[in-house]
């Protein structure tokens, strides 16, 4: 779930630019061109996700997506996800271009969070590709979460029922998000693994 | 011989407006392998997808194995009949395994596991891939074999006709030599659109002529590809192993006739 | 989608008008003075203001509409509860108890985002793409990011397209898209069919690119339009921006 | 004529590991028309993008107009002299307007603007895409015109040698005959990677026949086409349109000689 436009203060929104900014900067070191395309692919994934809604009364959710690009791109993700939140922002209106450096500090220190689950699971030799996909994006999921609620926590105490809402509403994204971000891991591992094999240099 | 594809007065826009098919009528019987020719745009790929029942919102009316594909109901369980095979080999490739895509249509019809594996291994013996390549990742494959692959996942639903777009596009003459063999060995209904008018000679027996979304021609299939201005007048041009006499006599003969609608009523 | 949103980016009206680097700079500017208004007076008035700068752009009615509102989606259910939420004087509205400031509050919100959002569409709406990554590009933002964003922008014109493909070879197979556990390996397949055909698809476009000398600068025949209509939007932006800022902080504070 | 494309002893493997191009010798000249034939997976785009510039880390040398594609700087500075036509169009256009993309290449090598402008207008006239075009969105067009624009973009860089893969293959007889006369006005060294033999007959005077990543003959067009037991050992077929007498003397002479030394040919 992004943060929309008009409810943090300023000064957060300044944090979430110098937060994403500096991230940014770190996951972009040591760039080689020819990693544009598998960076560009993945920020399409991560644009395209959120076209994925499903009900969640009284709003809808969708589909995230940057468990899957932490396990893939690694600190490349820090990169491709705030390209990605401003052409979903630019493009579809999600999100906003106010709170893009709060959502990209979110969403890329919660994908940071999966890539290492998943070299640590997968490290062990003894969790299914499946299985350490779909607890990295779990795990994902469930820190953006986290995070989120403290955000609008922080806002105010008129905020608390929204903030446990925005995290109950994340629920479902979890589950879908763990399965989904599992079988694709799988797929993946069958049929591209250098893919999966390190995200960045 | 019954009418398994019965086409009439069809129109079809694409979502942006533009006109993509325009009153074309036609029907197909049981065991009729027609090719379906005409220039780029011309609406043939259209045309299958809407046979295939993935396209609604066209008028007139078209139905295949007596179900009307207006309806939703009609459209969905056209599958079970119909097998189509899509220009790019890749875009019907969606399994990690040989296997587990060939078993995903059969799967889908909610087949036993026993029947699904025969008819797996039926199907690709058919198309000629042995036991080696069921394991393998269809990504990996040369074009010939993807397209195999994609031809083994319809198969194995068995089809009562086959729909093949532009199967020949990314193959050698190799391959296309190859497709020509198991399509022969493959004794089902078809319908072949292609740019490739030897491969039609090859594998049809009747064609249609599309150009802008209109049937200009339908007729046996050296009667229609030997008719030099007919072609030429739709961007084509006769197969150069067509010889000098057929050339004359069926440009002698004229245009087709095309078969008048109104003619079949209909048999229900 | 994109092929509408480049369309509009093509009018002539003076937002399009408009240097894109000047228009970034000044409406970046604006927007950090809306996001951060508390009174509610100003921020209806920087609203309106916010909408003027949008009805600029001469943009069709149907097409903001529905932009608009498909950005206030995530946002208005959680403005609705606030009244309910927040403590403070009570306030009775045909028999359910809302709470002023939670109104107050919520207002705010809203008038803020609806000022936030519109700026930000009549920035994207009125520039091409590439107009805008070449502002972003002399405007110092790193050149991987901007081969990022023209690459992916590139992409998601095709990506629409392979996904229309695959949901039909999924139907042709007889594949029925219903939410249930066992549809869930064919759609993570197809998640995972498109990165890889992406990926191939997308180094070939980035080959295409390189082959015909592209290094990651952007370049254009359309020069940014100058003169002193620039130096006069812009100015009347930042003005604004500053008279809203002092409101703000007016007398009442 | 000078040497503009020097290979030797080139070798290449996919990233994966897999051997692409094996021992490949050629040279190429200026004014040369070269056909690039074989079976898929012969290694022709390989070979392509290669020569574009595109692939580093292969071994053995490869020149093109005097870059050695071996160092960095080479590679990166060929595209002034080498212009790159990719087998799927689509994939080259880049821009919102058709003006724009043909602009792209110009505009890259840092030409002032009159100078962009009248090499647009001339490379889009030189494919017959009249000013009504330069305003459209490429991805509207039709294939054929989309590969007329993807050219044009190429043509506007003046390169010295032209590179088109696969120009034909989602192309109509009448978008190829179309080609074919493009071509014919594009005074230009070319190097066509093509599974239409009828195309290459047309455009080439000369033949790269490849199979398995290793050059097996290299030859005047009609005298390698015409050849059936070597066309036919490499998954190709003699072109219905040459003669028989043509063929009966292809096959007397035998296997061809290449003409560069050091290059052994393989048994089969």
């Not at chain 1, 220190?109 to 070299?119: I, K, M, S, V």
């Not at chain 3, 100003?42 to 509409?65: E, I, K, M």
């Amino acid at each position: 779930m992004h943060l929309s436009d008009g409810i943090l203060p300023v000064p957060v929104l300044a944090a979430g630019f110098v937060v994403a900014g500096a991230l940014a900067a770190w996951g972009a070191a040591a760039w080689r061109d020819e990693e544009t395309p598998r960076v560009a692919v993945f920020t399409a994934a991560f644009f395209a996700a959120s076209l994925l809604h499903f009900k969640v009364p009284p709003t809808s959710v969708h589909l995230l997506f940057h468990g899957l690009l932490g396990v893939v791109l690694g600190r490349r993700a820090l990169v491709a996800l705030p390209v990605g939140l401003a052409l979903q922002a630019a493009l579809l209106g999600h999100g906003g271009l106010s709170t893009l450096g709060v959502n990209a500090s979110v969403f890329g220190l919660a994908a940071l969070a999966a890539h290492h689950a998943f070299r640590a699971l997968t490290g062990t030799g003894r969790v299914t590709p499946f299985a350490a996909g779909a607890l990295a994006a779990a795990l994902g999921v469930a820190l953006s979460a986290v995070a989120v609620m403290g955000l609008l926590w922080s806002v105010g105490e008129g905020f608390r029922l929204v903030a446990q809402y925005a995290l109950i509403a994340h629920l479902p994204i979890l589950g879908v998000e763990a399965v989904v971000t599992g079988f694709t891991v799988e797929f993946l591992r069958r049929v591209r693994p250098a893919l999966l094999a390190g995200g960045c240099p | 011989m019954s009418c398994l594809i019965e086409v009439e007065h069809l129109h079809y826009r694409y979502p942006e407006g533009r006109a993509a098919l325009g009153n074309l009528t036609f029907h197909l019987s049981h065991g009729e392998r027609v090719g379906l020719i005409g220039p780029n745009g011309a609406g043939k790929t259209t045309l299958l997808l809407l046979l295939g029942g993935l396209l609604p919102d066209f008028s007139g009316s078209a139905r295949v194995a007596g179900h009307d594909l207006q309806t939703r109901a009609g459209r969905q369980q056209v599958h079970r009949h119909l097998g189509l095979v899509f220009q790019h080999a890749e875009d019907q490739l969606l399994h990690a395994t040989v296997f587990e895509d060939v078993a995903f249509g059969p799967l889908n019809l909610g087949l036993p596991e026993t029947e699904v594996r025969r008819r797996v291994d039926a199907a690709l013996a058919s198309v000629g891939l042995d036991d080696t390549a069921r394991d393998r990742v269809p990504f990996h494959l040369s074009a010939g074999e993807q397209r195999r692959v994609a031809i083994a996942g319809v198969v194995a639903m068995a089809p009562q006709v086959l729909l093949l777009d532009e199967p020949t596009s990314d193959l050698d003459p190799r391959g296309r030599r190859e497709l020509v063999r198991i399509l022969e060995g493959l004794p089902i209904t078809r319908i072949i659109s292609s740019h490739n008018l030897e491969f039609v000679l090859d594998t049809c027996d009747r064609v249609l002529l599309l150009d802008e979304g209109r049937l200009v021609a339908d007729g046996p299939v050296r009667r229609v590809l030997a008719n030099e201005p007919l072609m030429l007048r739709h961007g084509l041009e006769v197969p150069s192993c067509l010889s000098a006499a057929e050339r004359h006599e069926a440009t002698l003969a004229g245009p087709l006739p095309l078969p008048v609608p109104h003619v079949h009523p209909h048999p229900h | 989608m994109q092929a509408e949103v480049e369309q509009f980016a093509r009018g002539t009206s003076p937002l399009h008008a408009w240097d894109a680097r000047w228009k970034v700079v000044s409406l970046a500017v604006l927007m950090l003075v809306l996001a951060s208004l508390d009174s509610l007076s100003v921020a209806t008035l920087g609203a309106a203001g916010a909408l003027a700068v949008l009805a600029c752009g001469r943009l069709p009615l149907r097409f903001l509409a529905r932009r608009l509102i498909a950005a206030q989606v995530f946002l208005l259910p959680c403005l609705l509860v606030l009244p309910l939420t927040f403590t403070g004087a009570p306030l009775w509205i045909g028999g359910v108890r809302l709470s002023g400031e939670g109104l107050r509050v919520a207002s705010l919100f809203y008038l803020r985002a609806l000022a936030l959002v519109a700026v930000a569409m009549a920035l994207v709406y009125s520039t091409p793409m590439t107009s805008l990554l070449r502002a972003l590009q002399e405007l110092r933002l790193p050149r991987i990011l901007v081969a990022l964003a023209l690459l992916t922008h590139r992409y998601l014109s095709t990506l629409a397209g392979e996904f229309t493909r695959m949901r039909w070879a999924l139907a042709a197979r007889g594949f029925s898209p219903r939410p249930r556990p066992a549809a869930w390996r064919p759609l993570a397949n197809v998640v995972g069919v498109a990165l890889v055909r992406s990926l191939e698809r997308t180094e070939r476009l980035q080959h295409a690119t390189r082959s015909r000398g592209y290094t990651g600068r952007l370049r254009s025949l359309q020069p940014f339009p100058g003169g002193p209509a620039n130096w006069l939007k812009s100015a009347a932006c930042l003005g604004a921006a500053l008279g809203l800022w002092f409101l703000d902080r007016g007398p009442g504070t």
